[in-house]
């Protein structure tokens, strides 16, 4: 739905450069997934101008922040383009190698799924490295090997980004993450604590009970909503049982830490994955990595930490940045990270 004439013009409708194609994909992964959300997904590809001249190109997964679904990448911030126009205005550029990027949507009704493969979410890990690649391959000209696929998004997606490049590296050649969500005990606990104290005051210390109130009335409405909508949801990705049990790493009744559950969690934490799967992250053509100094949930920390994995485990870092920013409003970053990683894909030799 758009309120806005296609021909009335800037600053409310810009013609594209290039095109966006909206598909609808039917994944096979998310089907009869625990939360009972849709299998059927949309997908938006940004095919850039001069692409049906330059033969199979790369293709670049931008993946979203916790909360994000596919429609909000037009969403217009007071006097700044849309991400959709910064990406056709990168693009419009003829210096900047073509490439496609395509946009997924990892949406929850707990709000998101940090791209993994979780009993109590779903298999978005298999949806996105599977269904939605094979879908991108099989219906445009790509280069359809790892080399030639990038990864990027912000926060769980950036996330999403740096985990599923480490576990899929037979997917995925490179990677960007923008204030994507590493080093735990700098950007958990504290949400974890207030989430405690949140149930403890409003909910009887029932995350059921939130849940259900959660569900009555207009979703975030409520200032605890965030801390403890967020904590729930990373938990049901991080520590589920195979049934689907979900396990919480601070016990609401005691406020005290459950070693054992944050060990489960400290397990997916991309900084203590780095040596793990240090073979994969020499892999990779790009890795780009930022954050604001700024960012509320110290994000810069888990860039910094990351990075240092990074070169440990052996890899090269491509670019480091840290910004003057918090980590709202920093969609201007997304094209500088998509160039370097189009260069990077589209050239003929690994460094």
Same mark, same amino acid.
């Given at each position: ?32 997934? =625990?939360? $009972? ?59 900047? %190698? ?23 979410? $779903?298999?978005?890990?298999? +949806? ?9 391959? =099989? ?20 996330? $999403? ?170 969609? +201007?970053?997304? %094209? ?16």
């Amino acid at each position: 739905m758009t309120f806005v004439p296609p021909d009335i013009g800037p600053p409310w409708a810009l013609p594209l450069a290039g095109r966006l194609d909206v598909h609808a994909i039917d994944s096979p992964a998310l089907r009869g997934n =625990a939360l $009972g959300d849709p299998h059927v997904r949309p997908l938006a590809v940004y095919v850039p101008p001069g692409a049906e001249d330059a033969g199979a190109l790369p293709v670049i997964y931008v993946i979203q922040g916790f909360t994000g679904q596919l429609d909000r990448w037009a969403a217009r911030s007071t006097l700044r383009p849309t991400y959709l126009e910064l990406v056709d205005d990168l693009f419009a550029d003829p210096a900047v %190698p073509r490439a496609l990027v395509a946009h997924v949507d990892a949406w929850t009704s707990i709000g998101g799924s940090q791209f993994v493969d979780s009993p109590a979410t $779903g298999r978005y890990a298999t +949806y996105l490295c599977e269904d939605v690649v094979s879908f991108v391959d =099989a219906h445009y000209a790509t280069r359809a090997d790892r080399d030639h696929r990038g990864i990027a998004g912000k926060s769980s997606g950036g996330y $999403g980004a740096m985990v599923n490049a480490m576990l899929r590296p037979d997917v995925f050649g490179a990677l960007a993450t923008h204030a994507g969500d590493a080093c735990f005990e700098t950007c958990y606990l504290h949400d974890e604590a207030a989430s405690v104290r949140a149930l403890r005051e409003s909910y009887d210390g029932s995350w059921e009970n939130f849940l259900a109130d959660l569900r009555s009335r207009p979703a975030m409405s409520k200032g605890t909503d965030g801390d403890i909508l967020n904590s729930y949801a990373m938990a049901a990705c991080y520590s589920a049982d195979p049934d689907g049990t979900v396990h919480h790493p601070i016990d609401p009744a005691t406020g005290v830490l459950d070693d054992e559950v944050w060990a489960r969690w400290q397990a997916w934490d991309p900084v203590r994955m780095a040596p793990r799967h240090a073979e994969a992250l020499r892999s990779m053509r790009a890795i780009w990595i930022d954050a604001g100094t700024r960012d509320e949930w110290f994000l810069d920390l888990g860039a910094q930490a990351f990075r240092d994995a990074c070169e440990t485990a052996g890899a090269t870092v491509t670019h480091f940045e840290l910004f003057d920013a918090g980590h709202g409003g920093i969609e +201007y970053r997304y %094209p500088l990270a998509l160039r370097h990683l189009a260069e990077r894909l589209a050239a003929a030799t690994f460094r």
